[in-house]
Protein backbone atom coordinates (compact mmCIF):
# COMPACT_ATOMS: atom_id res chain seq x y z
CA UNK A 1 0.00 0.00 0.00
CA UNK A 2 2.74 2.32 0.82
CA UNK A 3 4.45 1.36 -2.69
CA UNK A 4 1.46 2.34 -4.14
CA UNK A 5 0.78 5.33 -2.38
CA UNK A 6 4.28 6.52 -3.42
CA UNK A 7 3.48 5.45 -6.94
CA UNK A 8 0.45 7.80 -6.88
CA UNK A 9 2.25 10.66 -5.13
CA UNK A 10 5.26 10.31 -7.87
CA UNK A 11 2.24 10.36 -10.77
CA UNK A 12 0.45 13.62 -9.29
CA UNK A 13 3.94 15.01 -9.12
CA UNK A 14 5.29 14.58 -12.40
CA UNK A 15 1.38 15.37 -13.72
CA UNK A 16 1.76 19.26 -11.66
CA UNK A 17 4.75 19.52 -12.81
CA UNK A 18 3.52 19.30 -16.30
CA UNK A 19 0.79 21.06 -15.92
CA UNK A 20 3.13 24.38 -14.17
CA UNK A 21 5.22 23.60 -17.39
CA UNK A 22 2.36 23.94 -19.62
CA UNK A 23 0.85 27.34 -18.19
CA UNK A 24 2.41 29.76 -15.60
CA UNK A 25 -0.65 29.69 -13.61
CA UNK A 26 -1.71 26.61 -11.82
CA UNK A 27 -5.04 25.43 -13.39
CA UNK A 28 -8.67 26.40 -11.82
CA UNK A 29 -10.98 23.72 -10.18
CA UNK A 30 -13.85 23.26 -12.14
CA UNK A 31 -16.89 24.25 -10.14
CA UNK A 32 -20.31 22.46 -10.86
CA UNK A 33 -22.76 24.64 -12.18
CA UNK A 34 -25.24 25.95 -9.88
CA UNK A 35 -23.07 25.98 -6.65
CA UNK A 36 -23.24 28.56 -4.48
CA UNK A 37 -21.92 30.32 -1.25
CA UNK A 38 -23.99 32.54 0.68
CA UNK A 39 -24.01 33.92 4.41
CA UNK A 40 -26.95 32.59 6.17
CA UNK A 41 -27.55 34.60 9.56
CA UNK A 42 -26.43 38.13 8.07
CA UNK A 43 -28.03 40.26 4.76
CA UNK A 44 -27.05 43.33 3.72
CA UNK A 45 -28.07 46.48 5.88
CA UNK A 46 -27.88 44.64 9.43
CA UNK A 47 -26.51 45.95 12.55
CA UNK A 48 -24.55 43.68 14.66
CA UNK A 49 -22.66 44.15 17.74
CA UNK A 50 -18.83 42.75 17.50
CA UNK A 51 -18.01 39.47 18.05
CA UNK A 52 -20.82 38.54 16.04
CA UNK A 53 -21.26 35.28 14.65
CA UNK A 54 -20.82 34.37 10.65
CA UNK A 55 -22.38 31.29 9.27
CA UNK A 56 -21.36 30.15 6.25
CA UNK A 57 -23.94 28.42 3.40
CA UNK A 58 -22.88 26.21 0.48
CA UNK A 59 -25.01 24.37 -1.74
CA UNK A 60 -24.00 22.34 -4.34
CA UNK A 61 -20.43 21.41 -3.03
CA UNK A 62 -19.23 19.83 -0.44
CA UNK A 63 -16.80 21.04 2.20
CA UNK A 64 -13.60 19.60 2.60
CA UNK A 65 -10.55 21.04 4.49
CA UNK A 66 -7.22 22.73 2.72
CA UNK A 67 -5.00 20.24 1.39
CA UNK A 68 -7.45 17.76 0.67
CA UNK A 69 -8.13 17.45 -3.20
CA UNK A 70 -11.82 16.08 -4.06
CA UNK A 71 -13.83 16.61 -6.54
CA UNK A 72 -16.83 19.39 -6.31
CA UNK A 73 -15.36 20.38 -2.89
CA UNK A 74 -13.33 23.54 -1.23
CA UNK A 75 -13.17 25.58 1.66
CA UNK A 76 -14.60 28.78 2.78
CA UNK A 77 -12.61 32.13 2.49
CA UNK A 78 -14.19 35.04 4.26
CA UNK A 79 -13.24 38.39 2.60
CA UNK A 80 -13.44 41.70 4.93
CA UNK A 81 -13.25 45.30 3.31
CA UNK A 82 -11.74 43.67 0.53
CA UNK A 83 -12.51 42.95 -3.15
CA UNK A 84 -10.51 40.14 -5.34
CA UNK A 85 -9.04 41.25 -8.86
CA UNK A 86 -9.52 39.35 -12.03
CA UNK A 87 -5.86 38.29 -11.43
CA UNK A 88 -5.87 37.48 -7.67
CA UNK A 89 -9.07 35.11 -9.01
CA UNK A 90 -6.75 32.83 -10.59
CA UNK A 91 -4.19 32.70 -7.59
CA UNK A 92 -4.12 31.34 -4.13
CA UNK A 93 -5.98 33.60 -2.16
CA UNK A 94 -3.61 35.49 0.06
CA UNK A 95 -4.04 35.22 3.78
CA UNK A 96 -4.24 38.54 5.91
CA UNK A 97 -7.03 40.22 7.87
CA UNK A 98 -8.97 40.89 5.25
CA UNK A 99 -8.66 37.40 3.81
CA UNK A 100 -9.89 34.93 6.27
CA UNK A 101 -9.14 30.79 5.70
CA UNK A 102 -11.06 28.34 7.12
CA UNK A 103 -8.88 25.06 6.57
CA UNK A 104 -10.01 23.21 8.91
CA UNK A 105 -13.65 22.99 7.01
CA UNK A 106 -14.93 25.25 9.24
CA UNK A 107 -18.90 26.18 8.40
CA UNK A 108 -18.85 29.55 11.03
CA UNK A 109 -16.89 31.60 12.24
CA UNK A 110 -16.67 34.58 15.24
CA UNK A 111 -15.55 37.73 13.79
CA UNK A 112 -13.96 40.87 15.59
CA UNK A 113 -14.55 44.24 14.09
CA UNK A 114 -14.04 47.60 15.23
CA UNK A 115 -17.21 50.27 15.02
CA UNK A 116 -18.70 51.68 11.42
CA UNK A 117 -19.58 49.90 7.93
CA UNK A 118 -17.96 46.89 7.05
CA UNK A 119 -18.13 45.16 3.69
CA UNK A 120 -18.64 40.71 3.84
CA UNK A 121 -18.02 38.28 0.94
CA UNK A 122 -17.85 34.68 0.71
CA UNK A 123 -15.57 33.29 -1.59
CA UNK A 124 -14.79 29.19 -1.89
CA UNK A 125 -11.34 27.96 -3.34
CA UNK A 126 -9.87 24.56 -3.83
CA UNK A 127 -7.52 22.50 -1.94
CA UNK A 128 -4.64 25.00 -2.88
CA UNK A 129 -7.10 28.36 -1.98
CA UNK A 130 -7.30 28.69 -5.74
CA UNK A 131 -10.60 30.00 -6.29
CA UNK A 132 -12.70 27.82 -8.47
CA UNK A 133 -13.77 28.62 -12.38
CA UNK A 134 -16.60 29.66 -12.52
CA UNK A 135 -16.06 31.10 -9.27
CA UNK A 136 -18.51 30.53 -5.97
CA UNK A 137 -18.55 33.50 -4.19
CA UNK A 138 -21.31 35.35 -2.54
CA UNK A 139 -22.93 39.01 -3.44
CA UNK A 140 -20.79 41.73 -0.99
CA UNK A 141 -23.42 42.57 2.25
CA UNK A 142 -22.08 45.79 4.39
CA UNK A 143 -23.14 45.98 7.55
CA UNK A 144 -22.87 48.15 10.42
CA UNK A 145 -20.91 47.16 13.82
CA UNK A 146 -22.69 49.29 16.64
CU1 LIG B 1 -7.76 28.89 1.88
Do not use: C
Amino acid sequence: MAIMASIRTGLFLLASLAAIAASPARAQTASPSGAKVYIINLKDGDEVTSPFLVQFGLSGMGVAPAGVEKPNTGHHHLLIDTKMTDEEMKQPISSDDTHKHFGGGQTEAMVTLPPGKHTLQLLLADWSHIPHSPPVMSEPITITVK
